[in-house]
């Protein structure tokens, strides 16, 4: 079994003979046709997906005074659908302009690798929440409190901001929202920097979502449950109670609903081939600027040294980024992406996603000395211990 784990785990696509790499990429290509509804019901249109879905379930028209019930409701299937069509035909495009313009073998490898990381991203989420419902189950709840610990206790919160947060000021709607987008953008700003800030939540969370040299909407690294935890809930909590307090309605589902619609340029975010195109069309790049997306984020990928903290906020345009002094431009010239000078990496999805995880652990225990350990949870992303040990470069 132990031989079985380390042959996994030290198994490189990137130096694989390319008959064992191929049946993972066809595998990689069906999944593309099912992107879209992945894409929309578990990732990026997800907060989109469950207000909707929560609404028509419990007859709730937002825009009661405009349009009818049923015509809400078939609006809010054919929305979701067209976002899914949108995405998947979007990835599929991606996936075989990046094989022409990259080689199908370099790409393939880069493009699998990272696809992969996914899924086990995903498996160590899914072993976290279950660690919460054990954790409940033997505290005397039931399991499914213990998995539902975040989720409930988001709806509480909502619940709770209706009944005592006052309004203090009325004021028109467009500024209440407006206030509400960019309070509420602060959370997911600072979440954001510190992971590029933290060396531990940097090698234990982020990293993966930065090492891949050739973006790809489904074939970038992946995100963790962190972010989950320290931005999007508190992004769209704070951005509710702001507009709460100069508004009737704390507006969640306006925020949300507005957030949401930077799916059409977001998929610029991850996609290399097509970053030529949503620089030159300005419409496009327009669009981006305001929700920070497409171009813009596709400069925090950059892996120019000195850039590794830029374009880290979000919509509207950006606006922390430009206050914090961390606001890049996007350049004509399409930057290199990945990891800061491209090092060489193992191009496995469990190294991708767990190096960290493994590095920080060999640091803990191969140094000794209490004040280095602090520095190694606590110290910033340019701190090396004594005893060091990357296990993702080559």
């Known amino acids: 079994m132990r031989a079985l784990f380390s042959t996994i785990w030290n198994f490189d696509f990137a130096k694989a003979d390319y008959k064992w790499v191929k049946p993972w990429v066809m595998l990689g290509v069906v999944f593309l046709f099912a992107f879209g509804w992945f894409d929309v019901t578990m990732d990026t249109g997800s907060a989109l997906y469950h207000q909707l879905m929560q609404r028509v379930a419990k007859g709730d028209n937002p825009f009661a005074t405009i349009i009818k019930h049923d015509t809400f409701v078939q609006l809010s299937y054919a929305v979701l659908f067209i976002l899914g069509f949108y995405i998947t035909v979007f990835s599929v495009w991606s996936y075989i302009a990046s094989q022409r313009e990259y080689g199908k073998e370099k790409f393939s490898r880069i493009f699998i690798a990272h696809l992969l990381s996914n899924a086990v991203a995903m498996l160590v989420t899914l072993l976290f929440f279950s660690l919460l419902g054990l954790i409940a189950w033997a505290m005397g709840f039931t399991f499914e409190d213990g998995k539902q610990l975040i989720s409930q206790?988001?709806?509480?919160?909502?619940?709770?901001?209706?009944?005592?947060?006052?309004?203090?000021?009325?004021?028109?709607?467009?500024?209440?929202?407006?206030?509400?987008?960019?309070?509420?953008?602060?959370?997911?700003?600072?979440?954001?920097?510190?992971?590029?800030?933290?060396?531990?939540?940097?090698?234990?969370?982020?990293?993966?979502?930065?090492?891949?040299?050739?973006?790809?909407?489904?074939?970038?690294?992946?995100?963790?449950?962190?972010?989950e935890l320290f931005s999007n809930i508190p992004t769209a909590l704070l951005s509710a109670a702001i507009t709460r307090l100069f508004y009737y309605e704390p507006l969640l589902f306006e925020t949300i609903f507005l957030a949401v619609f930077y799916v059409l340029t977001e998929k610029f975010n991850h996609s290399s081939v097509f970053y030529d195109t949503a620089y030159r069309f300005r419409p496009l790049r327009w669009l981006s600027a305001y929700y920070g997306n497409g171009v813009y984020h596709y400069m925090h990928h950059t892996a120019i040294p000195g850039d590794e903290i830029v374009n880290v906020g979000g919509s509207p345009f950006l606006v922390w980024d430009r206050v914090f002094g961390t606001y890049r431009t996007p350049t004509a010239q399409k930057p290199p992406v990945g990891l800061t000078n491209q090092p060489t990496?193992?191009?496995?999805?469990?190294?991708?996603?767990l190096s960290g995880w493994q590095q920080i652990s060999y640091e803990l225990w191969h140094n000794s000395s209490w004040r280095v350990r602090l520095k190694i949870i606590f110290g910033d992303i340019y701190y090396i211990p004594p005893v060091s040990k990357d296990f993702l470069k080559q």
Do not use: D, Q
């Open 345 to 353: 990496i193992k191009l496995n999805p469990f190294a991708i996603v």
């Open 153 to 227: 206790g988001y709806t509480r919160l909502s619940e709770w901001m209706k009944l005592y947060i006052p309004t203090i000021t009325l004021l028109p709607y467009p500024v209440a929202l407006l206030l509400g987008v960019v309070m509420g953008a602060l959370p997911g700003y600072f979440s954001h920097w510190l992971a590029h800030k933290s060396r531990f939540v940097w090698l234990m969370n982020h990293r993966c979502h930065h090492t891949a040299e050739i973006m790809h909407p489904a074939g970038v690294g992946a995100f963790m449950f962190l972010p």
